[in-house]
């Protein structure tokens, strides 16, 4: 859990890796591959015209259905199917630029309500042992809240510390009325049991959402979750904010992990999206993405998704960030996503890259649900 | 929520209806249907030969992937798909018998458990009210829970009772060691908040599953929830003990309900089968059933499954129990699924039927969670 912990930014080093949890076991597992063998299948579009007929179940000319409508049924100018276009090129969504507008607007909402009732949010960070990354995210986490005046507070305790004492720093937020959001940066030392761990915090501050209380909520209708996950929310944000019309479209998830893939696809069926979770027990899961007008990938494995598994006019969204060994990188590797971007930024039409993501819309959903657990404890409107 | 009580089979009158939640909604809105304006399609198999080119995605005769296979990937002799045989019809999933099997093997545990430590499950059931519908259910699980030797507790209040008194009511249970499990019946009178009462079921005496703690569980990969809700659980005991094979199996889910759809959708998800849930936003829902090898009906809507909409060897289980009118009936209507079951069966490899398919299932699950509940308490194996 503490998917927000798990996935970060460190916008100096453009480090974006898979820490804890489920999904990253696939980028732990292959942990550096070698640029060659996840190198994008040759299938280049503008060497070979691409058939359709070869690749694409429904002939995506006959019916390209791209998906960037807003009230109409013509797409805007901007967003031209690659399948209609010799030299299209998808639109770029920029989790970048987009992180920013909402760390700026919570950074708004922080300082009307410290006017309007002298509260300011309070986020604290759980943090055991000595991991050097998880250290980077916890200064990260720090240091996002600052910039939007969110309050910090940190728990830094020693490797050998018992869960006992983990839990009893965990009361003490739970107790404490400065803090609105706890979060436990993951992994923690293998002597101490997550789920009890994890447990501890109390639903009302959860702001990682994992609570299989939220997590039910979000799966029910009717229910509403005190906290959508945050990079899985990161992701249906970023398809609001480009317009991405998702009722009643064809939406497949890549991966079941319970902190992106599950949620997710909760997410776009609360959106009235017709989903299919496609994961590694899945035969032939290309037959699912080709047909599918919105691609949510998170499964950690580079470039998986070749141009051929992409519906023409699809909208991606990579969630995967895995490093494959760069020599020309001064830093011996460069991260991808678990989409070959260079063919699909030639049929989609639109994408996330990697870094530039989702990436940084993880923290800012976090910041956005601490901001959230405040309003909601102080009644602030 | 309080599923069991949603779907409920009285044998003597065959009278199987929705009367709760949000499945029962179509059923609701449409209580009475004209034969005519429901028949099945004029698509007969023992006329015009089923040409699956017009029909069906993948090409059945070249790929019928019959999912009834054991070890070996040849189907028991018994299987065979209608799209190989003139004549073949589907084997008939009799949950009939299963749910018989299953209450034998409850009322064995029942007296084992009795025999061993001296403890009698037990199972409250609170009606507010004077719904006859309802009386007939609760009279109706009184009768189940005593063929199987679990003791059986009611609480009937009057329709003008308060929230509080049945809450009240709720809370002696809850303390009571004699009730392992505690069921609402609904629908409660309208000014009762439904929320508020079910959720004063304590987690561990909720049979019916439907906590939304117990639905994160079920969500979540490595979490295990108390209950699994007993219609859906049905639907996969009934897979299982037919030795359908669901790991990797395409499975659609028609329907997304609280109590069926979604349980359903996740429960399959769990056992690896790759699951899309089609729900009342999907375009074109016949063209997700089409690649299905596993379909799951719950959506209460009479026979609209029509046998163009199923692949060849898929299997069937229709949890819709519509009432359509009947002249010859002498009740004046009959009941049908939400398959055709006409055409299902001569293209399908298995189907439950309606009544008889999964119907007599949802009481006989609730009798197991009441089991598994007293015997969890008690930490009897």
Same mark, same amino acid.
């Given at each position: 859990?503490?998917?927000?912990?798990?996935?970060?930014?460190?916008?100096?080093?453009?480090?974006?890796?898979?820490?804890?949890?489920?999904?990253?076991?696939?980028?732990?597992?292959?942990?550096?591959?070698?640029?060659?063998?996840?190198?994008?299948?040759?299938?280049?579009?503008?060497?070979?015209?691409?058939?359709?007929?070869?690749?694409?179940?429904?002939?995506?000319?006959?019916?390209?259905?791209?998906?960037?409508? =807003?009230?109409?049924?013509?797409?805007?100018?901007?967003?031209?199917?690659? &399948?209609?276009?010799?030299?299209?090129?998808?639109?770029?969504?920029?989790?970048?630029?987009? &992180?920013?507008?909402?760390?700026?607007?919570?950074?708004?909402?922080?300082?009307?309500?410290?006017?309007?009732?002298?509260?300011?949010?309070?986020?604290?960070?759980?943090?055991?042992?000595?991991?050097?990354?998880?250290?980077?995210?916890?200064?990260?986490?720090?240091?996002?809240?600052?910039?939007?005046?969110?309050?910090?507070?940190?728990?830094?305790?020693?490797?050998?510390?018992?869960?006992?004492?983990?839990?009893?720093?965990?009361?003490?937020?739970?107790?404490?009325?400065?803090? =609105?959001?706890?979060?436990?940066?993951?992994?923690?030392?293998?002597?101490?049991?997550?789920?009890?761990?994890?447990?501890?915090?109390?639903?009302?501050?959860?702001?990682?959402?994992?609570?299989?209380?939220?997590?039910?909520?979000?799966?029910?209708?009717?229910?509403?979750?005190?906290?959508?996950?945050?990079?899985?929310?990161?992701?249906?944000?970023?398809?609001?904010?480009?317009?991405?019309?998702?009722?009643?479209?064809?939406?497949?998830?890549?991966?079941?992990?319970?902190?992106?893939?599950?949620?997710?696809?909760?997410?776009?069926?609360?959106?009235?999206?017709?989903?299919?979770?496609? =994961?590694?027990?899945?035969?032939?899961?290309?037959?699912?993405?080709?047909?599918?007008?919105?691609?949510?990938?998170?499964?950690?494995?580079?470039?998986?998704?070749?141009?051929?598994?992409?519906?023409?006019?699809?909208?991606?969204?990579?969630?995967?960030i895995n490093p494959v060994e760069d020599s020309k990188s001064p830093r011996g590797y460069?991260?991808?996503?678990?989409?070959?971007?260079?063919?699909?930024?030639?049929?989609?039409? &639109?994408?996330?890259?990697?870094?530039?993501?989702?990436?940084?819309?993880?923290?800012?959903?976090?910041?956005?649900?601490?901001?959230?657990?405040?309003?909601?404890?102080?009644?602030?409107?």
């Amino acid at each position: 859990m503490a998917a927000s912990s798990s996935i970060t930014t460190s916008s100096t080093t453009s480090k974006l890796l898979f820490t804890s949890s489920s999904t990253s076991t696939a980028a732990r597992l292959l942990p550096f591959t070698t640029t060659s063998s996840f190198k994008c299948r040759a299938f280049h579009f503008h060497r070979h015209r691409f058939n359709p007929l070869l690749h694409v179940h429904v002939g995506p000319f006959k019916n390209p259905r791209i998906v960037f409508t =807003h009230s109409t049924n013509r797409p805007p100018s901007s967003f031209v199917s690659a &399948a209609l276009a010799t030299e299209a090129s998808a639109k770029v969504i920029d989790g970048k630029k987009v &992180a920013k507008e909402i760390r700026d607007e919570v950074a708004a909402e922080v300082s009307k309500m410290k006017e309007a009732i002298g509260v300011v949010p309070g986020l604290a960070v759980i943090l055991v042992g000595d991991r050097k990354d998880s250290a980077t995210y916890v200064r990260n986490k720090k240091k996002a809240c600052e910039d939007v005046g969110i309050k910090s507070f940190d728990a830094r305790l020693p490797e050998d510390s018992t869960e006992e004492e983990v839990i009893k720093h965990i009361s003490g937020f739970n107790n404490d009325p400065a803090v =609105h959001g706890i979060l436990v940066q993951l992994p923690l030392p293998s002597h101490i049991n997550e789920q009890n761990v994890l447990n501890a915090v109390c639903i009302e501050k959860d702001v990682d959402g994992f609570h299989p209380l939220n997590i039910g909520r979000l799966a029910m209708r009717g229910r509403e979750p005190l906290f959508v996950p945050c990079t899985p929310k990161g992701c249906i944000e970023l398809l609001h904010r480009y317009g991405v019309v998702i009722k009643g479209k064809r939406a497949v998830v890549i991966g079941r992990s319970n902190i992106v893939g599950m949620p997710a696809a909760l997410l776009l069926q609360r959106e009235d999206a017709t989903v299919s979770v496609v =994961h590694s027990r899945t035969k032939n899961p290309e037959e699912f993405t080709r047909e599918a007008d919105i691609i949510i990938s998170a499964v950690g494995q580079a470039n998986m998704v070749k141009g051929s598994w992409i519906k023409p006019g699809a909208v991606i969204i990579d969630v995967g960030i895995n490093p494959v060994e760069d020599s020309k990188s001064p830093r011996g590797y460069r991260l991808v996503g678990d989409v070959c971007y260079d063919e699909a930024i030639k049929i989609a039409s &639109a994408i996330t890259p990697v870094p530039g993501g989702v990436g940084p819309m993880t923290i800012a959903m976090l910041l956005s649900n601490t901001l959230t657990s405040a309003k909601r404890i102080h009644n602030f409107k």
